[in-house]
């Protein structure tokens, strides 16, 4: 049982990593730095938990904080390049990151041990949870109450003028900002969000390992994190969730029989629902269907 | 209101716009006109704010506007149509219209709450009157992409006007159009002048330009060869050798056969 619950709660994890990346892409950026932010929220969680000893629920704000504002500060000259050149100036960033905490050393004496990031190997005493004699069941339920917190807000701003202003930035910003749109401003507050989704996740990522080091925030990671969305498509938050649920339940775990033939296996499916849904597994007409199935909201005008 | 002076854009060598000064008075319809590549929507970019100036000076109601971005004269109340159809083709018309609710007074008077995850009463019937004047109310929920070329048209037209300018910038609003089309469309551009907004006109189709306008500067290689009402351009020799050559025996006139 514990095994299936661990699962959740990394699907509940890589989720919020996802999302992250998802707001940026509704406005047409695609950042490989989210491994970054997601790497400071977990490295601040632990050591406010560890160090300073604050409860998870200050140290999880306050971590989710703090990445956001390194989002915002990377994002004014980020977001000033543009494909390409966004994506290599974000994977510099994510590196700058990960090389930081591969060299930070932060140790204090509790009790006769030391405890505290250790530079290169690693980050071992985040036991809270453990300490604190929290049960997987209330660990799960605590990881998903987040992930159901973003997904019910980005839900509803994907709804409000906010989310059609997001997506006209993606779709032409020449024309959004014509129609007078401060586009720095919304591009700047949706990487500030996604830093602060990412932060949560890194947060919450670090207690239930109760380790970390800096191989875990590889580009590798922040390849994850753009590819549920690429995968789930961009017409609801939803579809991030069923790509995570997809990569890691079924890809990463259920092929696991394979041993290292999985891998294979699965960048071939990844290939092939690229091929078959090129706008992400729920993409409009999809999203459209399944609302008409469900009986929800599939108003359609005609032609008339 | 808009007064362009020695105006300059140069894309390395090429002086796209030279030396340009042209006065738009209020309540005008300005028409600019112009062979291809002449710098007509040069001219548009840098009055809006998508291209710097390389030399001269934009004044809007006497205000320099020279280094605002595109948004902040789109708040001062220059707003903009665009030569090939610009709209959000996976919003729908009504998103459209919403993301365009950026005038001054929506700023002024609405919380930042509800200006961007709420939609006020009065939103809604500005959308719901703007949809009207573009005879696009069935449409509301369509996705822009969907709309036949003529409804785009329309719809950018309501796009820019929801931000209430005082100066509206047309950019080729009649390419494509067949001549019912164009005759509706100077309609709407009458409609909208006589509601008090100033418009300029970049326009190759005559019957449009010659039928709605009142001043006209004409463009060729970037700088002003003439300037006047429509009968006085027509009647110019530069701008007939610009369109037509310089062969003078029997070349058609200017004529817009209206």
Redo the contacts between chains.
Sequence with gaps: MSYYLGLAQLIGIHTLLGLSAYVLMLTGQLSLGQAGFFAIGAYSAGILTVIFELPILPALLAAAVIAAFFAFIVGFPALRVKGLMLVVATIAFGEFVRLFFFNLSWRVPRGDIEVGPDSTNGFREIRYFVANGWSPWEITTFVWTFVILVMIALW??DR???G??L??VG??E??????????TAVKVTAMTAGGFIAGIGGALYAHTATYVDHLTFTVLLATFAVSYPILGGLSSVFGTLVAVIFIQGVLVEGLRFLGDWRNIVFGLLIIIAMNLKPDGLFD?RTTRILRRAIGLGG?E?SD? | MLELRGLSKHFGGVKAVDELDITVNEGEIFGLIGPNGSGKSTTINLI?G?YQETAGTVRFHEELMNGK???QR??AGI??T?QNI??????TVW??L??????PQDIATQGFLS?????TRRTRKEIATLLELADLE??????ASNLAFGEQRRLEFA??A??RPKLLLLDEPAAGMNRQEIQDLSRRIRRMRDSGVTILLVEHVMELVMGVAEQIAVLNFGQKIASGTPGDVQRNKAVQEAYLGTSDSDAPSLDTGA
């Excluded at chain 2, 610009?86 to 919003?91: A, I, M, S, W």
């Design positions: 509803w701003m409000s003028r906010a059609a202003v997506r006209a779709e032409d020449l024309a959004t900002q014509s129609v007078g749109v401060n586009l409009a108003r005008k008339a | 809006c998508v971005p595109p948004h789109l708040r707003a903009r665009f610009r709209l959000f083709p996976n919003l998103q459209n919403w993301v365009a609710q950026n005038s200006r961007w995850f709420g939609a069935h449409k509301s929920d369509e996705l796009r820019a929801a931000a």
